[in-house]
């Protein structure tokens, strides 16, 4: 007899059902991608309002994403404790009402503070998402569903590009772009709370009655054949309260396997590191080569416009050649284009073809990677295993902004600081073709925890790609 888990993975795939939590869940990260891309647009602005250093540039992005980092870890291990519905609404709250705040701040120091705290609550949204809609997704197309929840990164980031352009003639102009973003932030708070709590979390907690409530509302509303199917007892787990949930979660990942943690962390951390990188110093790096404010947006909002074509592709190529072929393939070319664009930015045509090279292979890489970790993890770790290896890519990357404006860029110059990134992609990748498992085509649980086992004693000749 099948398992409730079971049923739900096997059900038919329905946009008025599983294609309802897909849209809610992506335009949450739609706001992730916004308000990770603006810090990019604001640097200039709020450098000449504020008068800052290069190195003080730096701090608007740092901030955001140090908030990101901590709110990941803390929103991951929240969602495996208390369910991915409520975390789901929070976190964008909190975002939504901090940033409208950060609008209004009279000062730098109190933008940063605010800018920090809406970092904490936005960095729950990609971990909780994901692990909300996988858990949602038929077994059968959930590769293609996680991959194609990445299309709504570069429209966030192309949307934030299209508006922000769009402002630069206002008086304040950074104020009307962050409070601009935070109002449909608020409407989709309150959209939010019409989502049903996932089935399979409610299952691993011991919930049965609200568990069948769902599952059979989700039976009914497909059109699937009505089966019967059991919940299993739950595996009975000490209860902590307090910080020591998040360093509980953090034990349990590792201890799960450490080959296949570390491999998720190195590889979020290089592929982001590079691509915030990115992000974060566009439009100040092609300021820095004499063209406009106009230019230098737009320039970087093309660079994120062809990466909605790279996601679409990359749904298509990541169950007809595997997460991990598809990472390790473009994540390294990604990073080798964003070099060519830095010997290129004397030829102004050359180096924005080059920069829109860099954007669709980065959004190639970036989908198949959040739907590859997001499935490495069974059920009780799911959110707070990626949320831990998005927090240790944020922390990276938090403070890559400020290091790249004060050492590197200055320092090593802009060729030879995207070609340590690269060596660091390259890396990365080399490490998760030997210490993690493809996972195209599997369920979510019995067989990643099997999947673990396997990658801590590989046999011998077993392939790694």
Request: with cysteine; proline share 6%.
């Amino acid at each position: 007899m099948k398992t409730g888990d079971q049923i739900v993975q096997d059900l038919p795939w329905r946009w008025g059902v599983q294609g309802k939590i897909f849209i809610i869940g992506g335009l949450g990260y739609l706001f992730d991608a916004y308000d990770i891309a603006l810090n990019g647009f604001l640097m200039p602005l709020l450098g000449e309002h504020f008068h800052l250093t290069l190195s003080e540039r730096g701090l608007v992005a740092t901030a955001n994403l140090i908030g990101m980092a901590l709110g990941a870890v803390a929103w991951g291990a929240v969602a495996d404790r208390i369910g991915r519905k409520k975390a789901f609404s929070v976190t964008l709250l909190i975002f939504a009402v901090f940033s409208v705040l950060g609008a209004l701040s009279p000062s730098y120091p109190v933008f940063l503070a605010l800018r920090f705290v809406a970092g904490v609550g936005l960095g729950g949204c990609i971990p909780v998402d994901y692990a909300l809609v996988a858990e949602f997704s038929p077994k059968k197309y959930r590769g293609r569903v996680l991959t194609a929840l990445d299309v709504w990164w570069p429209i966030g980031v192309t949307l934030c590009g299209v508006v922000s352009t769009a402002m630069l003639t206002l008086d304040d102009n950074w104020r009307w772009m962050l409070t601009v973003m935070s109002v449909p932030a608020l409407l989709l708070f309150w959209v939010r709370r019409g989502i049903p709590e996932s089935p399979v979390f409610l299952s691993k907690k011991g919930r049965e009655t609200e568990a069948r409530a769902v599952i059979d509302d989700l039976v009914a509303r497909t059109g699937a054949p009505v089966q019967p199917y059991v919940i299993p007892e739950p595996a009975k787990h000490a209860k902590s309260k307090g910080p020591r949930v998040a360093l509980e979660q953090l034990r349990d990942v590792w201890k799960f396997s450490a080959r296949i943690t570390s491999a998720a962390w190195l590889l979020f951390a290089s592929v982001m590191l590079v691509y915030y990188a990115a992000l974060s110093w566009m439009p100040s790096i092609l300021k820095e080569q004499g063209l406009g404010d106009r230019v230098a947006f737009m320039s970087t909002t093309l660079m994120s416009g062809v990466g909605i074509v790279a996601v679409l592709a990359s749904t298509v190529l990541v169950d007809l050649v595997g997460r991990k072929w598809l990472i390790g393939v473009t994540a390294p070319l990604a990073s080798l284009a964003l070099v060519v664009f830095t010997k290129l930015l004397h030829m102004p045509t050359g180096a924005v073809i080059a920069l829109a090279v860099f954007g669709f292979l980065m959004q190639l890489t970036i989908p198949a990677m959040y739907a590859y970790v997001s499935e490495l993890y069974p059920t009780l770790l799911r959110a707070s295993g990626f949320g831990w290896a998005s927090s240790f890519s944020r922390v990276l990357t938090g403070f890559a902004p400020l290091l790249f404006g004060s050492v590197m860029w200055p320092v090593l110059g802009l060729p030879l600081t995207f070609g340590v990134l690269a060596v660091a992609v390259v890396g990365s990748v080399v490490w998760t073709a030997i210490a993690a498992p493809e996972t195209k085509g599997r369920s979510l649980d019995e067989e990643a925890e099997a999947a673990a086992e396997v990658v801590l004693t590989p046999a011998p000749g077993q392939a790694l790609l």
